[in-house]
């Protein structure tokens, strides 16, 4: 809570540097789309996208079966992320509005990102399902564009903190060796 016992938005930014506006504009501005494929639920649905990835590639025969199996879960943990960003925040006022749907809301803008980390992945795996690459390429090809979105968010994120091209330049390598380790456990469980 921040001063009066009340959080506003402002109290919600100052606490929370990736949280979004839930009474922003139609077109957001670029620090907030900025923010939004920073945010912790974006970084989470690329990371959750690779998992998924690897496990249903596993147990499904075409890419559609991949497609659709990562796609519902997503879905699935995007109404739990949001669900719980409702739950967890009761009684928030935003912009002096207490009212659920002001809440619900926020909860649901917060928890773009999840969406957003996912949909170039299942982009690269619905060409797949289409015949436009092969299923296997897709499934590589949706891995590896993981791995440098995690780099380019972690460029981004250490952009934030210094103006130095090594430190940048670090973010991007360690984020994206998550996205390599990955990978590394698809090779592993096959």
Wanted: aromatic letters at 6%; proline letters at 3%; hydrophobic letters at 55%.
């Amino acid at each position: 809570m921040c001063g009066g016992g009340s959080r506003t938005e402002d109290a919600i930014a100052a606490s929370d540097p990736h949280a979004v506006d839930p009474h922003a504009a139609a077109e957001p501005s670029l620090a907030a789309r900025i923010r939004t494929v920073l945010s912790e639920s974006a970084i989470y649905g690329v990371i959750l996208v690779s998992a998924l990835i690897i496990v249903t590639g596993q147990k499904s025969d075409t890419s559609w079966d991949t497609f659709l199996k990562v796609l519902g879960t997503v879905v699935v943990f995007w109404i739990a992320h949001v669900f719980a960003g409702v739950v967890s925040n009761l009684g928030m006022t935003i912009d002096g509005d207490k009212s659920f749907g002001a809440l619900l809301l926020y909860a649901v803008r917060h928890s773009s990102g999840l969406l957003l980390g996912a949909l170039i992945p299942l982009l690269i795996i619905l060409l797949g399902a289409a015949g436009v690459i092969a299923d296997d390429t897709a499934v590589w090809v949706a891995l590896w564009i993981d791995a440098a979105l995690l780099g380019i968010i972690g460029y981004l994120a250490v952009a934030r903190m210094t103006t130095k091209p090594w430190a940048r330049s670090l973010g991007a390598l360690v984020t994206a060796l998550l996205g390599v380790a990955i990978m590394v456990m698809k090779v592993l469980i096959h």
